[in-house]
C-alpha cells in the first residue's frame, strides 16, 4: 500500500543544472507535504513544505509545487550543487486523524550530482 | 541551531531481550515521535506523543512496544522482547506545533538483533 510513491530510485544531474524530484500520492486527506534530505548515517533533515491550500513554495534553491488535481508534487533545485547528492524523500500528512498525525513517507530518490 | 539526540547510536541486542533507545527533543518542542528504517525500505511511523500521552500509533507499534517521556527531556522507546525483524534504523522526532509544522529527525539509533 504505497500512499506516498516516487518512482525514481535514482537521479543524476549535471551541477549547476536543475534537479527535479517527483512525487505522487493517492490519499486524497493527504494535506501537508513536506520534502527531507538525507545523507548517510544521518536523519531525514527537513528541506520545504506546501500546504494543500497552495500549488507554490519557494525557500532559495528550493522550490516544491503542487498540483492537487493530479496528485502530484514535484521539488525544484536550482542549481544543483555538489552538497545537494543525497537520498530526497517526499512526505504527506493525513488531515483526517487531527492532532500529532504521523507522516507517510516515499521510498525515496538518490539524487547524484555529477561536477 | 537546536536538534534531536539520540542515544546509542548503535545498539546491538539478543533476540528476545528488552531494549531501550533514548531520545532528547528540541527543548520547546511539544510533538513527539518515533519512526523507523528497515534496510532498503522507507522510513515508517511507529507512534506519536503529546501531552504525555500517545496521540496516534501505527499497526507496527504493537503490545511488544512503548514510549515514555520519564522526566521533562528524555523522550524513549522500549520494546519488551525484541525479534529478528525488528533490526533497524530508529528515528525520534520533535515537532514544535504538531500537525502543520515540519518534524526535526534525530541521526537514528541503529538496532541489530542477533
Known amino acids: 500500500d504505497q500512499q506516498v510513491k516516487q518512482n525514481s530510485p535514482s537521479l543524476s544531474v549535471q551541477e549547476g543544472r536543475i534537479s527535479i524530484l517527483n512525487c505522487d500520492y493517492t490519499?486524497?486527506?493527504?494535506?501537508?507535504f513536506l520534502w527531507y534530505k538525507k545523507y548517510p548515517a544521518e536523519g531525514p533533515t527537513f528541506l520545504i513544505s506546501?500546504?494543500?491550500?497552495?500549488d507554490k513554495n519557494e525557500d532559495g534553491r528550493f522550490t516544491v509545487f503542487l498540483n492537487k488535481s493530479a496528485k502530484h508534487l514535484s521539488l525544484h533545485i536550482v542549481p544543483s550543487q555538489p552538497g545537494d547528492s543525497a537520498v530526497y524523500f517526499c512526505?504527506?500528512?493525513?488531515?483526517?486523524?487531527?492532532?500529532?498525525?504521523?507522516?507517510?513517507f516515499g521510498k525515496g530518490t538518490h539524487l547524484i550530482i555529477q561536477p | 541551531e537546536p536538534e534531536v539526540t539520540q542515544t546509542p547510536s548503535h545498539q546491538v541486542t539478543q533476540m528476545g531481550q528488552e531494549v531501550i533507545l533514548r531520545c532528547v527533543p528540541i527543548?520547546?518542542?511539544?510533538?513527539f515521535y518515533w519512526y523507523r528504517q528497515i534496510l532498503g525500505q522507507k522510513v515508517e511511523f511507529l507512534v506519536s506523543?503529546?501531552?504525555?500521552?500517545?496521540?496516534?500509533k501505527s499497526e507496527i507499534f504493537d503490545d511488544q512496544f512503548s514510549v515514555e517521556r520519564p522526566d521533562g527531556s528524555n523522550f524513549t522507546l522500549k520494546i519488551r522482547s525484541t525479534k529478528l525483524e525488528d533490526s533497524a534504523m530508529y528515528f525520534c522526532?520533535?515537532?514544535?506545533?504538531?500537525?502543520?509544522?515540519?518534524?526535526?529527525f534525530g541521526n537514528g539509533t541503529r538496532l541489530t538483533v542477533t
Open positions: 522526532a520533535s515537532s514544535e506545533r504538531g500537525v502543520y509544522s515540519p518534524l526535526h
Open positions: 490519499n486524497s486527506m493527504f494535506d501537508y
Open positions: 506546501i500546504s494543500s491550500i497552495k
Open positions: 512526505a504527506a500528512r493525513d488531515d483526517s486523524g487531527g492532532g500529532a498525525d504521523g507522516l507517510t
Open positions: 527543548s520547546n518542542h511539544l510533538y
Open positions: 506523543f503529546y501531552n504525555n500521552e500517545i496521540s496516534e
